[in-house]
Every structure is written in C-alpha cells, then in structure tokens.
C-alpha cells in the first residue's frame, strides 16, 4: 500500500496554472479558471475528498523535461517551465509554434532525507490537434499516457516551497 500511495503521490503531483494573483482556494470538481481560455485535458471525476480528487485521464500526450535535481520544488519548476516556454514558442525540431494549455505537472520523486535534493520532471499537456505528431525538442521527452488515474490538489495563487510542504498531503 505504501508503494502505491508514493507511486500515486510520484506520477500526480499536480499544479495548475492559474490566472491573476487571487489566493482564494481552488474549487474540487471544477477546472481551473485558465480552461476557459485555454485548451486542457478531459478527465472523469472517480472520487474527492478534502481539497483533494482522483481524475481518471483517457489517452494524453505530454512533452516532458528531463528529470532536474533540486532542493526547491520553485527553483525546478522555474528553470524547467522556461524549457517548456521556448518550445511552445517554436524552439523545436518542427519550428512550430503551439498553443499554450494547462496544466503544467511537476512529478516529484522525493529524496530520502529532509535536506537532499528530489528529482522534478515538469511536463507540458500537448494540444489536441498535436498529439499525433507531437514536435521533438533537445532535452524534451514525449510521454504518452494511457488511462490513468491521478490524484489532484489544486492550489489557488502561488506556490512556494513553504506551501507545497504544507498541502502535500
């Protein structure tokens, strides 16, 4: 059970990218305000609980960096999401731009100890219309998920390392 719980905690850390500065708290069982104006991926509900919900994502496609070591969950998002960034805007081996999409995951595998470094993989939803030829890039990865369930918390305004500590579980 434990394993399961990490692998679920590993493959789902889960943050939207919200709009604006508000820090009033994200509604379970709604999309993040950024879906209205951009394209997000489809999920069915299974459950949710306190702040929390378990998705169930059909068939996705995602661009992924490679794993970044850091002690600071901020700090990786910030350089990877720059990677991510100059893709989208046609850093890639097609030069094609691509319209941006939320959400942007951050998977987590923790370190062993309180002050070592975890391993973040910041990944990118890949739009609809580019997921069956979705554009390689140096340094970037395609990750093709079949049905999958993931465990989502969404956090209103921004996330810092402080916050992160004390929402996880």
């Not at 901020?74 to 991510?84: D, N, Y």
């Not at 989208?88 to 939320?102: F, L, R, S, V, W």
């Not at 951050?106 to 973040?120: A, I, K, M, N, Y």
Request: hydrophobic fraction near 35%; charge should be neutral.
């Amino acid at each position: 059970m434990e394993a399961a719980a990490l692998r679920i905690f590993t493959l789902s850390f889960l943050l939207s990218l919200l709009s604006g500065n508000s820090l009033a708290p994200a509604q379970v069982g709604k999309f993040p305000p950024s879906c209205k104006r951009i394209e997000c991926p489809s999920y069915e509900l299974v459950n949710s609980g306190n702040g929390y919900e378990i998705r169930r994502y059909n068939t996705t496609v995602w661009i992924s960096t490679e794993p970044i070591k850091d002690a600071s969950l901020v700090k990786a998002t910030r350089t990877s999401f720059s990677q991510l960034f100059d893709y989208i805007q046609g850093n890639n081996d097609y030069h094609q731009k691509i319209e941006m999409t939320a959400p942007v995951i951050v998977q987590v595998s923790p370190s062993d100890g309180p002050l070592c470094e975890s391993s973040f993989t910041v990944s990118f939803y890949v739009p609809k219309q580019n997921q069956p030829d979705p554009a390689p890039a140096k340094n970037l990865h395609v990750q093709r998920w079949d049905t999958r369930y993931v465990a989502v918390k969404q956090l209103g305004g921004y996330v810092s390392d402080d916050t992160v500590g004390e929402e996880k579980m």
